[in-house]
């Protein structure tokens, strides 16, 4: 099977609705992680200058609030996921900064947004159990990434007059792309 064909990619619908909260946890639950699990890393094997650090249920089509989180952002090797089901944000903090995020979903592209540097969730693990997870920096933009993406956003929909959009070239460099550019790219992506 070739799972790198089932991240779905804007312009699809589905990624401006709403998932469903998952209720009770069942083994099609758990089918949906592991498939998720294998998608994301069969799509970064067949892209050499990046990495899969998180996943949304609704990128693989399912409109269920289950997000993936990767164990290890710094190590390339491990592959292993944490799953969050139905996460919510609790609390955001501090000064918003911009960042570059990346996006299966917006494949090719990066924009800088404007994020909370800190934030609390609260979530369900694989088995059901709460779990809250106090993240800064990476961690806390990456939530807030799978957070929209549960609500029916992507970053587009949180660039600003200041967010600036990229094209990723062949040779894995960033390129700025001019204000008429990136909102002729975005307007087609989010049409």
């Not at 401006?16 to 909260?21: E, F, I, Y």
């Amino acid at each position: 099977m070739n799972d790198r064909h089932q991240i779905i990619t804007l312009p699809h619908p589905s990624l401006h609705k709403k998932s469903a909260k998952v209720f009770p946890i069942t083994k099609d639950t758990q089918q949906t992680i592991v498939n998720m699990t294998t998608i994301g890393l069969d799509w970064e094997d067949h892209h050499a200058h990046e990495v899969t650090v998180g996943l949304a249920a609704v990128q693989i089509n399912k409109l269920e609030k289950i997000i993936i989180i990767r164990n290890d952002f710094d190590n390339k090797s491990d592959r292993t996921f944490r799953a969050l089901i139905n996460p919510v944000l609790l609390k955001a903090d501090g000064k918003k900064v911009y960042e570059l995020e990346g996006c299966l979903s917006v494949a090719g592209f990066y924009g800088r947004v404007k994020r909370y540097p800190n934030i609390r969730i609260k979530a369900l693990d694989e088995q059901g159990s709460v779990v809250k997870i106090s993240a800064t920096g990476f961690l806390a933009r990456l939530l807030q990434h799978e957070l929209d993406h549960i609500n029916g956003k992507t970053y587009l929909d949180r660039l600003d007059d200041n967010g600036e959009l990229y094209r990723m070239m062949p040779n894995g460099k960033l390129n700025l792309l001019t204000d008429v550019e990136a909102e002729s790219i975005s307007s087609e992506l989010r049409r």
